[in-house]
């Protein structure tokens, strides 16, 4: 017998897709909210028939049959709406009758992310839920000559330095005869990574512009932004806010013209800027900002067509090699703000991390080196590059601090390190490990979409529909419609949140150590890991 | 916790004024070493200013070692003095051989060097006995420099002073840096004993050092001889000093300024704060942690004691003119120096320095909010 419906090959079931929506009968009331609310159209009123046999014991009376109606919700099967288990649904639903649930063993849809021969991209994060970071402790304790420190009694210096330091002895040679020395920023290690303009949506940022001058302005903690590629907007580049931002500037120069035109009436110079070669969440891929997000506003701002993908290229055609790059943009920028601004590179951590942080060294400009490890967020990218491609932040920090300690230079070029920090919530420990392996700061950015923005993404593949626009909660869209969801002062509330917590962990953290005035940068005696292998790789001691 | 005493004196004393002190200051600590260090030495030694001292300890064939690679170098002996136990080690103390100081003529090919240069040969000299000593077995050596004597050992002060015979009537100095040592993190060993001595500078601490791993790392990528060994976490406090004041050439005034910079509060009002900021940022590295209470001692005989930014160690200066002493405690004050103006006693605070000069005429205090002396 033919079945009644068309079944091609890459027909679903609703076995085969990852999230399943529990509908329930009995409490729904059909207000509706639901399916309006749903970013990818996953679920739809549906009408069902139902026939009904009424057989009557004993032989006399025939069966009969009757037909009822009732109305519901169905999940659709197309891959091209599937659920993406965000359970808006759930949260707008007045009865709780409705919600995603993953199924455990849910293979098919892997294999038909691809229509029309497109691979699948998407936004969001790697899908692998462990983390080294996660299995460092703390192992130096004071106690047997001292007493560990009260954190919430003694005075805490958590501060950093971005710039580049010089030696000791040149600095004196400079202050006694009145040279020129590298601008050097004074700040909280704790930033907030690269997240572009057109990535995010207009009431994500703002929200965390506020917070962040919040911070600045109110609480003291001297907290930094990094606007990601893209640029700028005008008004924020020629307000005294700039100062609290680290302009990022990439190879593909969005965005720079909005830059140079508003240089001349800047009343501040921005924090830094930073001079992306590469994301670890997908490394040498540059950034991608879909078609879908490349509205009126963006174009604009980054001087596109509208409606366009914008692939960033690794690396800009005129530059003849990385090393040429590095030197000349980092030349051109410090001279466009008069040698005033640190500038600095931020490279995908890879097996050249070494190779560029070398040339560094030898650059006297250079202010400092963002790594970025493979265990990041990303607004977009190919399934490959999140999942496969990409170096872990821990070692790859390792190596570079340890390079410049063999050189005598672990003071001059601090370290930014990023990927992965907080992916289990665990913020202010991998922070600390982090420092304690090396970093002279950390940059989060998915950290902050859900913690300051209640982004729903998870390492399960749940949501991660940044790049396509229908962000759920309003963080990575720019769609009014979507983003009028998010209030901005709750976000700048939130981000304020998180920096105080966070401050107060890293004092728990750093208190016990006897560690008070100065941030544990290199203070690798501090760590243990209970793997055998990491231990000898990250050199630091292995304890079971 | 480790007791400190210091003293220094216009006419030389005898060491066991602090190994008195020292003993005077024991309580519930476990003496498990003491460690001394003599400048400015009166007796035979006080005449050959320029000859430089080695001290150690060394065994027969460590002694025959010594003879034989001196000559090779063209080290001439001058005069020696030995501490040869006769009685059998305190407990604890374990036997060692020849407690020796010995002052040598320096070869024709050291004279007319620079004085840097001078000190790097000595320093090398150094280094390269205590290597190979530890090598071989054989010898232990403290410090190889003009009007410096030191002795380290394991056991109670008062009885290693005893067993070594250091009330020897030749042994004064003007200068005396003492330390009763408590447990430590490390095993024991000698190297690990305070005070720790670098070209003329000298310094101990009792306490803890959280930023050893980062201060150590950065102090021996310097690229400079000595600065090596680290077998107690407070020996970076020696080189920070050596480094602060022979490398960078600031005054003593500015230690504590790298040890243990001021916040930026602090500084905003601070008349040097253009310097201060960007010192604080270039020395960032050699920024102390944890409770410490440090003393030391210049090349030039000035001593000094201060604090970590906390001050959660004890400490006390006191004295009359022509004696002063540091102490970590007050009683150890009160035992060398009993016949003081005790109203004078001064307790440094987290931003003090306490200096006596080598005129030892009063105490300077010395506050990180004054201003400092101008770089030269
Ligand atoms: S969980 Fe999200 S995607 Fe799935 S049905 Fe609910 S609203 Fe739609
Ligand atoms: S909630 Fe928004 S930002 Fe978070 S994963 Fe989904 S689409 Fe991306």
């Not at chain 1, 690269?194 to 512009?209: D, H, Q, R, T």
């Not at chain 1, 506003?297 to 690396?315: D, E, F, K, N, W």
């Not at chain 2, 690229?223 to 080189?239: I, L, N």
Request: proline share 7%; hydrophobic share 35%.
């Amino acid at each position: 017998m033919q079945p009644t419906a068309g079944l091609a090959p890459s027909s679903l079931s609703l076995k085969d897709l990852p999230w399943q929506i529990d509908w329930d009968i009995h409490t729904c009331t059909l207000c509706g909210r639901c399916t309006a609310v749903c970013p990818v159209n996953a679920i739809e009123l549906g009408v069902f028939r139902k026939r009904e046999l009424h057989a009557k014991p004993g032989i006399p009376e025939k069966p009969t049959n009757t037909y009822t109606i009732y109305h519901g919700i169905r999940q659709r099967t197309d891959p091209a709406y599937r659920c993406i288990g965000c359970a808006m649904c759930n949260m707008v639903c007045p009865n709780n009758s409705i919600r995603p649930r993953k199924l455990a063993e849910s293979p098919m849809l892997w294999y038909h992310h691809n229509r029309g021969g497109q691979p699948r991209t998407r936004g969001g994060r790697r899908n692998e839920s462990g983390s080294l970071l996660d299995q460092l402790k703390f192992i130096r304790i004071s106690m047997l000559t001292d007493p560990a420190l009260d954190a919430g009694r003694h005075e805490f210096e958590l501060k950093t330095l971005l710039g580049r330091i010089l030696p000791p002895e040149e600095e004196l040679k400079a202050l006694k005869e009145n040279g020129w020395t590298p601008p050097v920023r004074e700040i909280y290690p704790l930033i907030i990574g690269g997240m572009s303009f057109g990535a995010l949506s207009p009431n994500m940022w703002e929200g965390l512009i506020m917070g962040v001058t919040y911070l600045n302005e109110e609480m003291g903690i001297p907290a930094r932004i990094s606007t990601g590629e893209g640029g700028c907007p005008p008004r924020l580049l020629r307000s005294r806010f700039i100062k609290y931002v680290i302009l990022q500037i990439a190879s593909g120069y969005f965005g720079w013209d909005e830059i140079i035109r508003a240089i001349p009436e800047m009343q501040e110079d921005p924090c830094a800027v930073e001079i992306k070669y590469g994301q670890g969440a997908k490394p040498g891929d540059g950034g991608l900002l879909m078609w879908y997000k490349v509205n009126k506003l963006i174009s604009a701002l980054r001087g596109v067509p509208q409606g366009v993908s914008l692939p960033s290229p690794p690396t800009h055609q005129t530059k003849y090699s990385i090393e040429e790059a590095v030197a000349k943009m980092i030349q051109s920028m410090y001279m466009a703000w008069g040698f005033r601004v640190p500038v600095y590179p931020k490279i995908s951590a890879s097996s050249t991390s070494l190779a560029v942080l070398n040339n560094l060294v030898r650059n006297p400009y250079a202010a400092a080196l963002g790594v970025d490890g493979e265990d990041g967020g990303t607004g977009a990218a190919y399934n490959v590059s999140i999942n496969h491609m990409g170096h872990p932040i821990a070692s790859n920090l390792r190596d570079c601090y340890l390079n410049l300690v063999a050189q005598g230079r672990q003071n001059e070029i601090p370290i930014i390190a990023g990927g992965g920090i907080g992916k289990n919530g665990n913020l202010a420990a991998n922070a600390a490990s982090l420092i304690m392996l090396g970093a002279s700061a950390v940059q989060v950015g998915k950290y902050m979409m859900q913690a300051a923005a209640g982004c729903v993404g998870s390492e399960a593949d749940r949501c991660n529909i940044c790049n396509i626009g229908l962000c759920p909660k309003g963080i990575t869209s720019q769609d009014p419609r979507i983003y009028r969801r998010l209030d901005p002062e709750k976000v700048a509330e939130r981000v304020v949140d998180v920096y105080l917590s966070f401050d107060t962990e890293m004092r728990k953290i750093f208190a016990p150590l006897g560690r008070s005035t100065s941030l544990p940068i290199g203070m690798s005696d501090a760590l243990g890991i209970a793997d055998k292998d990491a231990a000898e790789r990250l050199q630091i001691k292995y304890v079971v | 916790m480790c007791r400190l005493f210091s003293l220094t004196s216009r006419d030389p004393v005898s060491p066991m004024l602090a190994i008195n002190a020292l003993n005077v200051m024991k309580e519930g600590h476990d003496g498990s070493g003491v460690g001394l260090c003599l400048r400015g030495l009166g007796g035979p030694f006080g005449e050959m200013k320029e000859a430089p001292i080695l001290s150690g300890i060394f065994t027969e064939a460590g002694l025959k070692r010594l003879s034989q690679v001196s000559a090779d170098i063209g080290l001439d002996p001058k005069y020696s003095m030995t501490f040869t136990p006769k009685t059998p080690p305190p407990p604890g103390t374990p036997k060692r051989g020849t407690y020796l100081a010995r002052a040598f003529d320096i070869p024709d090919a050291w004279k007319g060097l620079a004085p840097e240069e001078l000190a790097r040969e000595y320093t090398r000299f150094r280094l390269m006995l205590r290597t190979t000593g530890e090598e071989q077995g054989d010898m232990q050596v403290f410090s190889f420099w003009p009007d410096t004597l030191m002795v380290k050992e394991v056991g109670d002060p008062m009885e290693v002073a005893a067993y070594l015979g250091l009330d020897n009537k030749d042994l004064v100095a003007r200068q005396i840096l003492a330390q009763g040592r408590q447990n430590t993190n490390y095993a024991i060993n000698l190297y690990a004993c305070h005070p720790f001595f670098i070209q003329g500078v000298c310094s101990m601490t009792n306490g803890e050092n959280t930023a050893f791993i980062p201060i150590r790392e950065y102090l021996a990528s310097r690229g400079v001889d000595g600065y090596c060994g680290y077998q107690s976490d407070s020996e970076v406090f020696a080189h920070i000093l050596h480094y602060t004041v022979n490398r960078l050439g600031l005054d003593l005034e500015y230690y504590k300024h790298v040890i243990t910079p001021l916040t930026n509060e602090e500084l905003d009002g601070h008349p040097d704060r253009e310097n201060l900021v960007r010192l604080k940022q270039a020395c960032r590295k050699l920024v102390i942690d944890g409770p410490n209470c440090v003393i030391g001692c210049l090349p030039d005989g000035s001593m000094f004691m201060c604090q970590d930014r906390k001050k959660l160690r004890p400490g006390v200066v006191g004295g009359k003119p022509g004696v002063f002493a540091f102490s970590s405690e007050i009683c150890g004050l009160n035992a060398a120096i009993p016949d003081r103006d005790t109203s004078k006693d001064f307790q440094p605070m987290h931003l003090d320095t306490a200096i006596v000069r080598p005129d030892c005429q009063e105490v300077t205090i010395c506050s990180q909010l004054q201003a400092l002396p101008h770089l030269h």
